[in-house]
Protein backbone atom coordinates (compact mmCIF):
# COMPACT_ATOMS: atom_id res chain seq x y z
CA UNK A 1 0.00 0.00 0.00
CA UNK A 2 1.20 3.45 -1.09
CA UNK A 3 1.24 6.49 1.61
CA UNK A 4 -0.81 9.65 1.34
CA UNK A 5 1.49 12.83 0.43
CA UNK A 6 4.08 10.17 -1.76
CA UNK A 7 4.76 11.43 -5.18
CA UNK A 8 5.89 9.26 -7.79
CA UNK A 9 7.68 10.07 -10.74
CA UNK A 10 8.01 13.58 -9.58
CA UNK A 11 4.63 14.58 -10.39
CA UNK A 12 1.99 12.73 -9.35
CA UNK A 13 1.20 12.78 -5.43
CA UNK A 14 -0.79 10.14 -3.96
CA UNK A 15 -3.71 11.48 -1.76
CA UNK A 16 -5.96 8.30 -0.77
CA UNK A 17 -6.40 4.01 -1.99
CA UNK A 18 -9.88 3.82 -4.16
CA UNK A 19 -10.03 0.20 -4.13
CA UNK A 20 -8.24 -3.12 -5.43
CA UNK A 21 -8.47 -5.44 -8.03
CA UNK A 22 -7.05 -8.54 -9.68
CA UNK A 23 -3.99 -7.01 -11.30
CA UNK A 24 -4.05 -3.55 -9.56
CA UNK A 25 -4.77 -0.97 -6.87
CA UNK A 26 -5.88 2.54 -7.50
CA UNK A 27 -5.38 5.31 -6.14
CA UNK A 28 -6.60 8.93 -6.08
CA UNK A 29 -4.13 11.25 -6.77
CA UNK A 30 -3.58 14.84 -8.05
CA UNK A 31 -1.11 15.88 -10.88
CA UNK A 32 1.33 18.43 -9.30
CA UNK A 33 1.69 19.98 -12.67
CA UNK A 34 -1.35 21.78 -13.36
CA UNK A 35 -3.49 20.33 -10.22
CA UNK A 36 -5.90 17.98 -11.71
CA UNK A 37 -7.12 14.82 -10.18
CA UNK A 38 -6.07 11.51 -11.92
CA UNK A 39 -6.58 8.18 -11.01
CA UNK A 40 -2.96 6.00 -10.48
CA UNK A 41 -3.10 2.63 -10.79
CA UNK A 42 0.21 0.30 -9.31
CA UNK A 43 -0.18 -2.86 -11.56
CA UNK A 44 0.15 -6.01 -9.46
CA UNK A 45 1.21 -9.62 -10.39
CA UNK A 46 1.23 -13.28 -8.91
CA UNK A 47 4.30 -15.17 -9.58
CA UNK A 48 2.09 -18.09 -8.67
CA UNK A 49 0.33 -16.82 -11.96
CA UNK A 50 1.60 -14.83 -14.44
CA UNK A 51 5.56 -14.97 -15.27
CA UNK A 52 7.02 -10.90 -15.24
CA UNK A 53 7.72 -11.79 -18.82
CA UNK A 54 4.36 -12.07 -19.84
CA UNK A 55 3.16 -9.08 -17.17
CA UNK A 56 5.68 -6.46 -18.97
CA UNK A 57 4.10 -7.41 -22.27
CA UNK A 58 0.25 -7.09 -21.26
CA UNK A 59 1.69 -3.65 -19.36
CA UNK A 60 2.51 -2.51 -22.58
CA UNK A 61 -0.05 -3.64 -25.15
CA UNK A 62 -2.79 -2.25 -22.73
CA UNK A 63 -0.64 1.14 -22.19
CA UNK A 64 -0.04 1.25 -26.48
CA UNK A 65 -3.71 1.14 -26.23
CA UNK A 66 -4.93 3.77 -24.06
CA UNK A 67 -2.43 5.70 -25.99
CA UNK A 68 -4.14 5.97 -28.84
CA UNK A 69 -8.05 6.32 -27.17
CA UNK A 70 -9.80 9.66 -27.97
CA UNK A 71 -13.55 9.32 -27.30
CA UNK A 72 -15.67 11.11 -24.83
CA UNK A 73 -16.47 7.71 -22.89
CA UNK A 74 -13.86 6.31 -21.92
CA UNK A 75 -10.85 8.16 -19.59
CA UNK A 76 -8.54 9.74 -20.62
CA UNK A 77 -4.82 8.30 -21.35
CA UNK A 78 -2.49 10.64 -18.60
CA UNK A 79 1.28 8.16 -18.19
CA UNK A 80 2.77 5.68 -17.72
CA UNK A 81 5.92 4.57 -15.65
CA UNK A 82 8.25 2.45 -13.63
CA UNK A 83 9.30 2.98 -10.04
CA UNK A 84 10.99 0.72 -7.27
CA UNK A 85 10.54 -2.16 -9.23
CA UNK A 86 6.27 -1.47 -10.30
CA UNK A 87 4.44 -0.30 -12.97
CA UNK A 88 2.90 2.17 -12.72
CA UNK A 89 -0.72 3.24 -15.23
CA UNK A 90 -1.92 7.01 -15.04
CA UNK A 91 -5.61 7.93 -16.43
CA UNK A 92 -7.82 10.55 -16.09
CA UNK A 93 -9.90 10.68 -12.64
CA UNK A 94 -14.07 10.32 -13.15
CA UNK A 95 -15.42 11.64 -10.00
CA UNK A 96 -18.37 9.25 -9.82
CA UNK A 97 -19.47 5.40 -8.55
CA UNK A 98 -19.87 2.32 -10.80
CA UNK A 99 -22.99 0.78 -11.54
CA UNK A 100 -22.22 -2.26 -10.05
CA UNK A 101 -22.09 0.40 -6.27
CA UNK A 102 -25.35 1.78 -8.09
CA UNK A 103 -27.02 -0.89 -8.37
CA UNK A 104 -25.96 -2.49 -4.53
CA UNK A 105 -27.78 0.25 -3.24
CA UNK A 106 -30.91 0.81 -5.57
CA UNK A 107 -31.59 -2.74 -5.56
CA UNK A 108 -34.83 -3.76 -3.43
CA UNK A 109 -35.64 -7.41 -3.01
CA UNK A 110 -33.38 -7.91 -5.94
CA UNK A 111 -35.05 -5.07 -8.38
CA UNK A 112 -32.62 -3.11 -10.31
CA UNK A 113 -32.48 0.16 -12.41
CA UNK A 114 -35.46 1.39 -14.26
CA UNK A 115 -36.00 0.09 -17.88
CA UNK A 116 -35.20 4.30 -19.33
CA UNK A 117 -31.96 3.98 -17.49
CA UNK A 118 -30.65 0.86 -18.15
CA UNK A 119 -31.43 1.90 -22.18
CA UNK A 120 -29.64 4.96 -21.64
CA UNK A 121 -26.39 3.35 -19.91
CA UNK A 122 -26.42 0.86 -22.87
CA UNK A 123 -26.57 3.64 -25.54
CA UNK A 124 -23.62 5.44 -23.73
CA UNK A 125 -22.08 1.88 -23.94
CA UNK A 126 -23.33 1.59 -27.40
CA UNK A 127 -21.57 4.77 -28.74
CA UNK A 128 -18.01 3.73 -27.14
CA UNK A 129 -18.15 0.60 -28.63
CA UNK A 130 -19.29 2.59 -32.32
CA UNK A 131 -15.79 3.95 -31.82
CA UNK A 132 -13.81 0.99 -30.53
CA UNK A 133 -14.89 -1.06 -33.15
CA UNK A 134 -14.41 1.42 -35.83
CA UNK A 135 -10.53 1.43 -34.98
CA UNK A 136 -7.86 -0.29 -37.62
CA UNK A 137 -7.73 -3.03 -36.42
CA UNK A 138 -10.66 -3.04 -34.30
CA UNK A 139 -10.51 -3.42 -30.12
CA UNK A 140 -12.49 -5.46 -27.89
CA UNK A 141 -12.81 -4.85 -24.98
CA UNK A 142 -13.97 -8.30 -23.73
CA UNK A 143 -14.52 -7.63 -20.31
CA UNK A 144 -17.98 -5.20 -20.28
CA UNK A 145 -19.55 -5.78 -16.90
CA UNK A 146 -21.70 -3.48 -14.50
CA UNK A 147 -18.24 -2.62 -12.22
CA UNK A 148 -16.33 -1.37 -15.62
CA UNK A 149 -18.92 1.23 -16.12
CA UNK A 150 -18.34 4.49 -14.33
CA UNK A 151 -21.44 7.09 -14.11
CA UNK A 152 -19.70 10.54 -13.83
CA UNK A 153 -21.84 12.93 -11.07
CA UNK A 154 -21.29 15.91 -12.38
CA UNK A 155 -23.27 15.02 -16.06
CA UNK A 156 -24.29 11.55 -15.51
CA UNK A 157 -22.14 10.47 -18.72
CA UNK A 158 -21.10 6.52 -18.55
CA UNK A 159 -17.78 5.88 -18.57
CA UNK A 160 -16.19 2.37 -19.96
CA UNK A 161 -12.52 1.33 -17.93
CA UNK A 162 -10.66 -1.40 -17.59
CA UNK A 163 -8.93 -1.59 -21.03
CA UNK A 164 -6.53 -4.20 -19.32
CA UNK A 165 -7.98 -7.52 -21.13
CA UNK A 166 -8.41 -5.55 -24.59
CA UNK A 167 -7.07 -6.62 -27.43
CA UNK A 168 -6.78 -6.07 -31.60
CA UNK A 169 -8.73 -8.06 -33.67
CA UNK A 170 -6.33 -8.05 -36.59
CA UNK A 171 -8.54 -11.15 -38.18
CA UNK A 172 -10.88 -14.29 -37.28
CA UNK A 173 -8.01 -16.06 -35.96
CA UNK A 174 -7.04 -13.11 -33.60
CA UNK A 175 -7.25 -12.59 -30.06
CA UNK A 176 -7.14 -16.77 -28.96
CA UNK A 177 -7.47 -15.97 -25.62
CA UNK A 178 -9.83 -17.24 -23.16
CA UNK A 179 -10.65 -14.51 -20.71
CA UNK A 180 -12.97 -11.93 -19.34
CA UNK A 181 -15.94 -12.63 -16.31
CA UNK A 182 -17.73 -15.86 -17.04
CA UNK A 183 -20.73 -14.54 -16.32
CA UNK A 184 -20.48 -12.27 -19.26
CA UNK A 185 -18.88 -13.70 -21.31
CA UNK A 186 -20.26 -15.65 -24.36
CA UNK A 187 -19.33 -19.17 -25.21
CA UNK A 188 -16.77 -17.68 -28.13
CA UNK A 189 -15.16 -15.79 -25.89
CA UNK A 190 -14.79 -18.79 -23.24
CA UNK A 191 -13.32 -20.97 -26.20
CA UNK A 192 -11.04 -18.18 -27.05
CA UNK A 193 -11.90 -16.90 -30.54
CA UNK A 194 -13.09 -13.33 -29.60
CA UNK A 195 -14.54 -10.86 -31.90
CA UNK A 196 -16.41 -7.08 -31.83
CA UNK A 197 -20.23 -8.48 -31.64
CA UNK A 198 -18.23 -10.59 -28.37
CA UNK A 199 -18.96 -7.13 -26.47
CA UNK A 200 -22.52 -7.01 -27.35
CA UNK A 201 -23.32 -10.27 -25.39
CA UNK A 202 -21.62 -8.69 -22.51
CA UNK A 203 -23.39 -5.70 -22.70
CA UNK A 204 -26.51 -7.81 -23.07
CA UNK A 205 -25.83 -9.45 -19.82
CA UNK A 206 -24.79 -6.41 -18.05
CA UNK A 207 -28.28 -4.81 -19.30
CA UNK A 208 -30.51 -8.08 -17.78
CA UNK A 209 -28.46 -7.40 -14.39
CA UNK A 210 -29.02 -3.75 -13.87
CA UNK A 211 -33.09 -4.43 -14.83
CA UNK A 212 -33.23 -7.32 -12.53
CA UNK A 213 -30.62 -7.10 -9.74
CA UNK A 214 -29.20 -10.77 -11.02
CA UNK A 215 -26.95 -11.93 -13.10
CA UNK A 216 -27.88 -14.06 -15.36
CA UNK A 217 -26.78 -17.94 -15.33
CA UNK A 218 -23.26 -17.62 -17.52
CA UNK A 219 -23.78 -19.29 -21.24
CA UNK A 220 -27.71 -19.43 -20.43
CA UNK A 221 -28.92 -16.35 -20.91
CA UNK A 222 -33.17 -16.65 -20.81
CA UNK A 223 -35.05 -14.52 -22.99
CA UNK A 224 -35.45 -10.84 -21.68
CA UNK A 225 -39.64 -11.28 -21.11
CA UNK A 226 -39.23 -14.52 -19.71
CA UNK A 227 -37.09 -13.36 -17.02
CA UNK A 228 -38.64 -9.67 -16.46
CA UNK A 229 -42.05 -9.88 -18.26
CA UNK A 230 -42.60 -6.35 -17.57
CA UNK A 231 -39.93 -4.43 -19.47
CA UNK A 232 -40.73 -2.86 -22.47
CA UNK A 233 -40.68 -5.00 -25.84
CA UNK A 234 -39.02 -3.44 -28.24
CA UNK A 235 -35.98 -3.10 -25.21
CA UNK A 236 -36.51 -7.10 -24.79
CA UNK A 237 -35.86 -7.25 -28.47
CA UNK A 238 -32.20 -5.68 -28.06
CA UNK A 239 -31.38 -7.76 -25.24
CA UNK A 240 -32.18 -11.12 -26.80
CA UNK A 241 -30.66 -10.16 -29.87
CA UNK A 242 -27.50 -9.09 -28.33
CA UNK A 243 -27.12 -12.43 -25.88
CA UNK A 244 -28.30 -14.64 -28.94
CA UNK A 245 -25.42 -17.54 -28.83
CA UNK A 246 -25.30 -17.70 -32.03
CA UNK A 247 -22.30 -14.56 -32.84
CA UNK A 248 -23.69 -14.29 -36.69
CA UNK A 249 -27.80 -13.45 -35.27
CA UNK A 250 -26.41 -10.69 -33.11
CA UNK A 251 -26.30 -7.37 -33.85
CA UNK A 252 -23.50 -7.05 -36.83
CA UNK A 253 -22.39 -3.43 -35.63
CA UNK A 254 -22.57 -1.22 -33.23
CA UNK A 255 -24.02 1.54 -34.64
CA UNK A 256 -27.52 -0.67 -35.48
CA UNK A 257 -27.25 -1.56 -31.49
CA UNK A 258 -27.37 2.72 -30.84
CA UNK A 259 -30.15 2.89 -33.30
CA UNK A 260 -32.72 0.75 -31.74
CA UNK A 261 -31.63 2.13 -28.03
CA UNK A 262 -32.84 5.59 -29.02
CA UNK A 263 -35.66 4.44 -30.41
CA UNK A 264 -36.63 2.43 -27.19
CA UNK A 265 -35.56 5.00 -24.98
CA UNK A 266 -37.98 7.14 -27.40
CA UNK A 267 -41.02 5.07 -26.86
CA UNK A 268 -40.04 4.29 -23.31
CA UNK A 269 -40.31 8.20 -21.96
CA UNK A 270 -43.44 8.29 -24.31
CA UNK A 271 -45.38 5.81 -24.92
CA UNK A 272 -48.09 7.35 -26.62
CA UNK A 273 -45.83 7.74 -29.16
CA UNK A 274 -44.84 4.68 -30.49
CA UNK A 275 -49.07 3.17 -29.99
CA UNK A 276 -50.37 5.10 -32.87
CA UNK A 277 -50.54 2.75 -35.82
CA UNK A 278 -52.20 2.98 -39.03
CA UNK A 279 -55.74 2.23 -39.32
CA UNK A 280 -56.25 -1.70 -40.46
CA UNK A 281 -59.06 -2.56 -43.54
CA UNK A 282 -60.79 -4.49 -41.25
CA UNK A 283 -60.98 -1.39 -38.64
CA UNK A 284 -62.36 0.70 -41.30
CA UNK A 285 -65.06 -1.89 -42.03
CA UNK A 286 -65.89 -1.84 -38.45
CA UNK A 287 -66.25 1.68 -38.01
CA UNK A 288 -68.28 1.90 -41.54
CA UNK A 289 -70.69 -0.29 -40.07
CA UNK A 290 -70.89 1.02 -36.68
CA UNK A 291 -71.63 5.08 -38.55
CA UNK A 292 -74.35 3.20 -40.93
CA UNK A 293 -77.95 4.40 -39.51
CA UNK A 294 -76.24 7.48 -38.68
CA UNK A 295 -75.64 9.66 -42.34
CA UNK A 296 -72.25 10.25 -41.04
CA UNK A 297 -69.21 10.10 -44.18
CA UNK A 298 -66.79 8.07 -43.07
CA UNK A 299 -63.63 9.56 -41.59
CA UNK A 300 -60.31 11.21 -43.61
CA UNK A 301 -57.81 8.52 -41.62
CA UNK A 302 -59.98 5.40 -43.31
CA UNK A 303 -58.30 3.33 -46.41
CA UNK A 304 -59.54 4.41 -49.88
CA UNK A 305 -61.74 0.51 -50.27
CA UNK A 306 -63.30 1.56 -46.63
CA UNK A 307 -64.23 4.89 -47.93
CA UNK A 308 -65.66 3.20 -51.65
CA UNK A 309 -68.10 1.25 -49.11
CA UNK A 310 -71.52 3.23 -50.09
CA UNK A 311 -73.54 4.33 -47.07
CA UNK A 312 -77.27 2.77 -45.94
CA UNK A 313 -78.49 6.20 -44.57
CA UNK A 314 -81.74 4.84 -41.84
CA UNK A 315 -80.64 1.42 -41.93
CA UNK A 316 -82.32 -0.89 -38.93
CA UNK A 317 -80.07 -2.75 -36.56
CA UNK A 318 -81.07 -5.90 -37.85
CA UNK A 319 -79.60 -5.00 -41.49
CA UNK A 320 -76.72 -3.53 -39.87
CA UNK A 321 -76.28 -6.74 -38.09
CA UNK A 322 -76.70 -9.23 -40.89
CA UNK A 323 -74.16 -6.91 -43.12
CA UNK A 324 -71.97 -7.28 -40.68
CA UNK A 325 -72.05 -10.85 -40.54
CA UNK A 326 -71.85 -10.91 -44.46
CA UNK A 327 -68.44 -8.93 -44.19
CA UNK A 328 -66.78 -11.03 -41.47
CA UNK A 329 -67.73 -14.04 -43.96
CA UNK A 330 -66.38 -12.37 -46.62
CA UNK A 331 -63.19 -10.94 -45.18
CA UNK A 332 -62.06 -14.57 -43.64
CA UNK A 333 -62.58 -16.12 -47.12
CA UNK A 334 -60.44 -13.60 -48.93
CA UNK A 335 -57.24 -15.08 -50.14
CA UNK A 336 -54.68 -13.13 -48.90
CA UNK A 337 -56.41 -13.70 -45.03
CA UNK A 338 -56.72 -17.66 -46.09
CA UNK A 339 -52.97 -17.31 -46.86
CA UNK A 340 -52.31 -15.35 -43.85
CA UNK A 341 -54.34 -18.20 -41.64
CA UNK A 342 -52.33 -20.79 -43.19
CA UNK A 343 -49.40 -19.10 -42.78
CA UNK A 344 -50.05 -18.35 -38.93
CA UNK A 345 -50.84 -22.63 -38.42
CA UNK A 346 -47.18 -22.78 -40.04
CA UNK A 347 -45.65 -20.75 -37.66
CA UNK A 348 -47.61 -22.39 -34.64
CA UNK A 349 -46.32 -25.57 -35.70
CA UNK A 350 -43.03 -24.51 -36.27
CA UNK A 351 -43.15 -23.19 -32.64
CA UNK A 352 -44.37 -26.62 -31.56
CA UNK A 353 -41.58 -28.66 -33.14
CA UNK A 354 -38.88 -26.01 -32.38
CA UNK A 355 -40.01 -26.34 -27.88
CA UNK A 356 -40.04 -30.08 -28.61
CA UNK A 357 -36.98 -30.10 -30.03
CA UNK A 358 -35.08 -27.75 -26.58
CA UNK A 359 -36.90 -29.97 -24.53
CA UNK A 360 -35.05 -33.13 -26.47
CA UNK A 361 -32.01 -31.28 -26.25
CA UNK A 362 -32.46 -30.40 -22.84
CA UNK A 363 -32.99 -34.17 -21.98
CA UNK A 364 -29.94 -34.80 -24.34
CA UNK A 365 -27.48 -32.59 -22.67
CA UNK A 366 -28.63 -34.10 -19.08
CA UNK A 367 -27.45 -37.98 -20.63
CA UNK A 368 -24.56 -36.00 -21.72
CA UNK A 369 -23.50 -35.03 -18.50
CA UNK A 370 -24.28 -38.11 -16.74
CA UNK A 371 -22.07 -40.56 -19.25
CA UNK A 372 -18.84 -38.05 -19.05
CA UNK A 373 -19.46 -38.61 -14.88
CA UNK A 374 -20.41 -42.20 -15.49
CA UNK A 375 -17.79 -43.63 -13.41
CA UNK A 376 -17.39 -42.29 -10.07
CA UNK A 377 -18.79 -38.53 -10.52
CA UNK A 378 -17.55 -34.99 -9.67
CA UNK A 379 -18.75 -35.61 -6.25
CA UNK A 380 -21.49 -33.75 -4.57
CA UNK A 381 -22.18 -30.01 -5.54
CA UNK A 382 -20.84 -29.93 -8.86
CA UNK A 383 -23.31 -28.15 -11.51
CA UNK A 384 -23.67 -28.03 -15.31
CA UNK A 385 -22.42 -25.09 -16.05
CA UNK A 386 -22.40 -25.25 -19.81
CA UNK A 387 -22.10 -27.84 -22.78
CA UNK A 388 -21.53 -27.36 -25.98
CA UNK A 389 -20.25 -29.51 -29.61
CA UNK A 390 -20.46 -33.02 -27.47
CA UNK A 391 -22.12 -36.14 -29.18
CA UNK A 392 -23.14 -39.51 -27.24
CA UNK A 393 -21.33 -42.47 -27.93
CA UNK A 394 -22.40 -45.43 -26.23
CA UNK A 395 -22.11 -44.67 -22.49
CA UNK A 396 -19.32 -42.59 -23.36
CA UNK A 397 -19.14 -38.44 -24.85
CA UNK A 398 -17.50 -37.67 -28.32
CA UNK A 399 -15.67 -34.35 -28.16
CA UNK A 400 -16.02 -32.70 -31.98
CA UNK A 401 -14.34 -29.62 -32.73
CA UNK A 402 -14.59 -26.58 -30.26
CA UNK A 403 -16.16 -28.69 -27.88
CA UNK A 404 -16.78 -27.56 -24.26
CA UNK A 405 -17.96 -29.27 -21.07
CA UNK A 406 -17.82 -26.98 -17.70
CA UNK A 407 -18.96 -28.02 -14.37
CA UNK A 408 -19.39 -25.51 -11.52
CA UNK A 409 -19.35 -25.63 -7.56
CA UNK A 410 -21.44 -22.89 -5.61
CA UNK A 411 -18.07 -22.68 -3.32
CA UNK A 412 -14.30 -24.38 -3.77
CA UNK A 413 -13.53 -27.68 -2.98
CA UNK A 414 -10.46 -29.23 -1.58
CA UNK A 415 -9.46 -31.64 -4.50
CA UNK A 416 -7.06 -34.84 -4.35
CA UNK A 417 -7.34 -36.31 -7.68
CA UNK A 418 -8.77 -35.66 -11.33
CA UNK A 419 -8.70 -38.39 -13.74
CA UNK A 420 -10.26 -39.17 -17.24
CA UNK A 421 -10.33 -41.94 -19.93
CA UNK A 422 -8.99 -40.24 -23.53
CA UNK A 423 -9.38 -41.78 -27.22
CA UNK A 424 -8.48 -40.34 -30.27
CA UNK A 425 -11.31 -40.77 -33.19
CA UNK A 426 -10.51 -38.61 -35.48
CA UNK A 427 -8.01 -35.82 -36.78
CA UNK A 428 -5.57 -34.62 -34.01
CA UNK A 429 -7.81 -33.38 -30.86
CA UNK A 430 -6.36 -31.01 -28.92
CA UNK A 431 -7.44 -31.44 -25.25
CA UNK A 432 -7.34 -29.61 -22.15
CA UNK A 433 -8.93 -31.24 -18.75
CA UNK A 434 -8.82 -29.32 -15.52
CA UNK A 435 -9.20 -28.84 -11.98
CA UNK A 436 -9.56 -25.21 -10.85
CA UNK A 437 -6.15 -23.81 -11.48
CA UNK A 438 -4.72 -27.30 -12.73
CA UNK A 439 -5.45 -29.41 -15.64
CA UNK A 440 -3.67 -31.78 -18.33
CA UNK A 441 -3.30 -30.38 -21.78
CA UNK A 442 -3.22 -33.24 -24.25
CA UNK A 443 -1.70 -32.53 -27.46
CA UNK A 444 -0.82 -34.49 -30.50
CA UNK A 445 2.66 -35.38 -31.24
CA UNK A 446 3.86 -37.00 -34.47
CA UNK A 447 1.92 -40.43 -34.64
CA UNK A 448 1.40 -40.05 -30.96
CA UNK A 449 0.08 -37.28 -28.17
CA UNK A 450 1.79 -35.47 -25.09
CA UNK A 451 0.08 -34.94 -21.66
CA UNK A 452 1.48 -32.07 -19.94
CA UNK A 453 0.76 -30.67 -16.63
CA UNK A 454 -0.16 -26.79 -16.72
CA UNK A 455 -1.66 -24.54 -14.48
CA UNK A 456 -5.03 -22.75 -16.11
CA UNK A 457 -6.06 -18.94 -15.16
CA UNK A 458 -8.25 -16.47 -16.59
CA UNK A 459 -6.40 -14.93 -19.67
CA UNK A 460 -4.43 -18.02 -20.61
CA UNK A 461 -4.87 -19.37 -23.95
CA UNK A 462 -6.27 -23.14 -23.84
CA UNK A 463 -3.98 -24.34 -26.34
CA UNK A 464 -0.65 -24.52 -24.63
CA UNK A 465 0.98 -21.61 -25.56
CA UNK A 466 0.34 -19.50 -23.07
CA UNK A 467 -0.18 -22.56 -20.35
CA UNK A 468 2.40 -22.54 -17.50
CA UNK A 469 3.97 -25.76 -17.00
CA UNK A 470 3.75 -27.29 -13.90
CA UNK A 471 6.60 -29.93 -14.29
CA UNK A 472 7.14 -32.19 -16.74
CA UNK A 473 5.62 -33.79 -20.21
CA UNK A 474 4.80 -37.10 -20.78
CA UNK A 475 4.13 -39.39 -24.39
CA UNK A 476 0.39 -41.16 -24.59
CA UNK A 477 -0.83 -43.56 -26.96
CA UNK A 478 -3.93 -42.70 -28.50
CA UNK A 479 -5.94 -44.59 -26.00
CA UNK A 480 -4.98 -43.94 -22.53
CA UNK A 481 -6.19 -43.36 -18.92
CA UNK A 482 -4.57 -40.36 -17.21
CA UNK A 483 -4.78 -38.93 -13.76
CA UNK A 484 -3.26 -36.16 -11.77
CA UNK A 485 -3.12 -36.75 -8.06
CA UNK A 486 -2.24 -34.96 -4.88
CA UNK A 487 -0.26 -36.36 -2.23
CA UNK A 488 1.90 -35.20 0.05
CA UNK A 489 1.92 -31.44 -1.39
CA UNK A 490 3.03 -32.90 -4.94
CA UNK A 491 1.32 -33.43 -7.74
CA UNK A 492 1.86 -36.55 -9.63
CA UNK A 493 0.55 -37.72 -13.07
CA UNK A 494 -0.15 -41.41 -13.79
CA UNK A 495 -1.22 -43.60 -16.99
CA UNK A 496 -2.71 -46.22 -17.43
CA UNK A 497 -2.83 -46.82 -13.69
CA UNK A 498 1.03 -46.62 -13.54
CA UNK A 499 2.15 -43.59 -11.69
CA UNK A 500 5.25 -41.45 -13.24
CA UNK A 501 8.42 -40.75 -10.50
CA UNK A 502 8.48 -36.91 -10.97
CA UNK A 503 5.94 -34.71 -9.30
CA UNK A 504 5.32 -31.19 -9.64
CA UNK A 505 5.15 -28.78 -5.97
CA UNK A 506 2.22 -27.82 -4.70
CA UNK A 507 2.99 -25.30 -1.85
CA UNK A 508 -0.93 -24.32 -1.07
CA UNK A 509 -4.08 -26.88 -1.33
CA UNK A 510 -5.48 -27.91 -4.54
CA UNK A 511 -8.91 -25.97 -4.36
CA UNK A 512 -11.54 -26.06 -7.40
CA UNK A 513 -14.83 -24.57 -8.57
CA UNK A 514 -14.24 -24.81 -11.96
CA UNK A 515 -14.11 -27.58 -13.78
CA UNK A 516 -14.74 -29.19 -17.58
CA UNK A 517 -12.94 -29.90 -20.94
CA UNK A 518 -12.90 -28.29 -23.43
CA UNK A 519 -11.24 -29.05 -27.19
CA UNK A 520 -10.20 -26.22 -29.48
CA UNK A 521 -8.61 -28.42 -32.49
CA UNK A 522 -10.92 -28.29 -35.76
CA UNK A 523 -12.06 -31.32 -37.54
CA UNK A 524 -11.09 -33.31 -34.82
CA UNK A 525 -12.72 -35.78 -32.41
CA UNK A 526 -12.12 -37.07 -29.22
CA UNK A 527 -13.45 -39.70 -26.67
CA UNK A 528 -13.57 -38.32 -23.22
CA UNK A 529 -15.79 -41.10 -20.38
CA UNK A 530 -15.44 -41.17 -16.57
CA UNK A 531 -14.26 -37.58 -15.47
CA UNK A 532 -13.62 -37.60 -11.88
CA UNK A 533 -12.53 -34.47 -9.44
CA UNK A 534 -12.66 -36.62 -6.73
CA UNK A 535 -12.56 -34.06 -2.89
CA UNK A 536 -9.93 -34.79 -0.23
CA UNK A 537 -10.89 -37.07 2.04
CA UNK A 538 -12.74 -39.79 -0.88
CA UNK A 539 -11.15 -42.82 -2.43
Known amino acids: MIDAGLVLNQRFEVVKRLGVGGMGEVYLGRDVQNGQSVAIKRMLIEQDVMDKELFDRRFREEVSILRRLDCPGIPAFVEAFSEDGHSFLVMEYIEGYSLERLLCVSTVQHEGLSPEQVATVALHVSRVLEYLHSLDPPLVHRDIKPSNLIIRESDQRIFLVDFGLAREVHSKSSAKTQVGTWSYAPIEQIRGFVEPRSDFYSLGVTMLELLSGEVPKALAVPPARKLLPQIPELLAQIIDRCTKAEVSMRYPEAVLLSQDLEQAIAVISNPQA ?109 TLLGMKGLNPYGPNVIFSSSAAALFRRTEDEDVQELSFFFKSLKGEPDLLVFSGPYGIHVAPQGKSFQAELVQVTPGVDLKAPSSRPLGFKTSLASSCAISLVLRRNQLFLSKDGRELPRAASLPVPWRSQLCGAVQTARGAEALVSALVCRPVGLR
Not at 281 to 302: K, T
Not at 336 to 352: D, P, W
Request: net charge positive; aromatic share 6%.
Open 274 to 382: GSESPVSQEQAISELVRRWGQGRAPEPGLPPVARAIPLLPGASPEVKKAVDRARRRLFWTRPEIRMLRSLLFLIGLAVLIHLGWKAYQSRRQEDLARSLLSQGSLGSGW
